[in-house]
C-alpha cells in the first residue's frame, strides 16, 4: 500500500516561502517520477512540478524561476520549495506517483498566500 504525506503548508504573505515535504512508504521509491500537484477551490487540481528518476524537472509556466522541486530517494521524500509566493499560488498542495497505472494522492497541505 503507497501512503504519500504532505506537510510544510501554512499562511504566508505574498513575497514569503514555504517548503513542502512528502513523505512516501510503500513504494521503491527510487525508480519512480513523483509530482506535486494543486487544487484552489472549484478549480481543476493541476501539475505544478514532477521530478523523474534521474532528477529531470518540469514546472508549470507560472511557477518557473520561483519553485524548485527535488528529492532525497535514501530519506524516500520528495520536497517543493516555493519562492516569492503570490496570492495566486493558493491552494491545497498534493503529492504524486503513479505506480502499476494507479494513481496515488496525499492528503494534501493547505497553502494560503494573504496579507
Known amino acids: 500500500q503507497v501512503r504519500l504525506v504532505e506537510s510544510g503548508g501554512g499562511l504566508v504573505q505574498p513575497g514569503g516561502s514555504l517548503r513542502l515535504s512528502c513523505a512516501a512508504s510503500?513504494?521503491?521509491?527510487?525508480?519512480?517520477?513523483l509530482a506535486w500537484y494543486r487544487q484552489a477551490p472549484e478549480d481543476q487540481r493541476v501539475l505544478v512540478a514532477r521530478?523523474?528518476?534521474?532528477?529531470?524537472?518540469e514546472y508549470a509556466d507560472s511557477v518557473k524561476g520561483r519553485f524548485t522541486i527535488s528529492r532525497n530517494n535514501a530519506w524516500m521524500r520528495l520536497y517543493l520549495q516555493m519562492n516569492s509566493l503570490k496570492p495566486e499560488d493558493t491552494a491545497r498542495y498534493y503529492c504524486?506517483?503513479?505506480?502499476?497505472?494507479?494513481?496515488?494522492w496525499g492528503q494534501g497541505t493547505q497553502v494560503t498566500v494573504s496579507s
Open positions: 510503500g513504494i521503491n521509491f527510487g525508480i519512480y517520477a
Open positions: 521530478i523523474n528518476m534521474t532528477g529531470s524537472t
Open positions: 504524486h506517483v503513479k505506480r502499476g497505472g494507479v494513481d496515488w
